[in-house]
């Protein structure tokens, strides 16, 4: 069955960056995009952008451009969310998802909280 | 960016039946539809319907969606308890060459 399994909760200070995994399995990784997905507390769904696990081409929310990066690991079915030059507004959980037409399976969210 | 509309929440009756929106414009919604979310405190959200009018396994026949012009809707006949949390509609923006959300419906089961 396919599963999405994201890294653990990270705390950061301001101005750092931060760094947040997701493993996939159940399904061939390079088949289908997967997207990261933010939501701040008690906020709705936020979109930052997509990776193409096969070619490793990224398109990025214009809001993040410059300051986000995707990559992916294709020997562990992984993909990775950088976020640099973190602000308290970058609290939030990140989500990544899987797009098959749409957002089919998601990951358990991680909670990164940035905090002086 | 721009986002897509949706109003924040609505209250019902166990048993009634509810009727969500979500409105965008002709480069997205009008273009492509939209998908519905609905997700828990807590939780992930989960799909419920697809921009394309077809359903997720497991998904019950009480949810059916529609589309006129820019704006989707999301129709829950005989609302159960489970129906309560918060509905998210999303879709692709051709001109943005982004993914939209809306803000989301807030539904409560009285």
């Known amino acids: 069955q396919v599963q999405v399994v994201q890294s653990g909760a990270e705390v950061k200070e301001p101005g750092a960056s931060v760094r947040v995994s997701c493993k996939t399995s159940?399904?061939?990784?390079?088949?289908?995009?997967l997207h990261w997905v933010r939501q701040a507390p008690g906020q709705g769904l936020e979109w930052v952008g997509l990776i193409n696990p096969d070619l490793g081409n990224t398109n990025y929310a214009q809001k993040f451009r410059g300051r986000v990066s995707m990559t992916r690991d294709t020997s562990r079915s992984t993909v990775y969310l950088e976020l640099s030059s973190l602000t308290s507004e970058d609290t939030a959980v990140y989500y990544c998802?899987?797009?098959?037409?749409?957002?089919?399976?998601w990951g358990q969210g991680t909670l990164v909280t940035v905090s002086s | 960016q721009a986002g897509l509309t949706q109003p924040p929440s609505l209250s019902y009756d166990l048993g009634e039946t509810a009727t969500l929106t979500c409105t965008g414009n002709?480069?997205?919604?009008?273009?492509?539809?939209a998908a519905w979310l609905h997700q828990h405190r807590g939780h992930p959200p989960k799909l419920l319907s697809y921009r394309n009018g077809k359903w997720p396994s497991g998904i019950p026949e009480r949810f059916s969606e529609s589309r006129s012009g820019d704006t989707a809707s999301l129709t829950i006949t005989g609302l159960q308890a489970e129906d309560e949390g918060d509905f998210y509609c999303?879709?692709?923006?051709?001109?943005?060459?982004?993914?939209?959300f809306g803000g989301g419906t807030k539904v409560t089961v009285l």
């Open positions: 999303t879709s692709w923006d051709s001109s943005l060459s982004a993914w939209l």
């Open positions: 998802a899987r797009e098959v037409n749409d957002f089919d399976y």
């Open positions: 159940g399904y061939i990784f390079t088949d289908y995009y």
């Open positions: 002709r480069y997205n919604v009008g273009h492509g539809g």
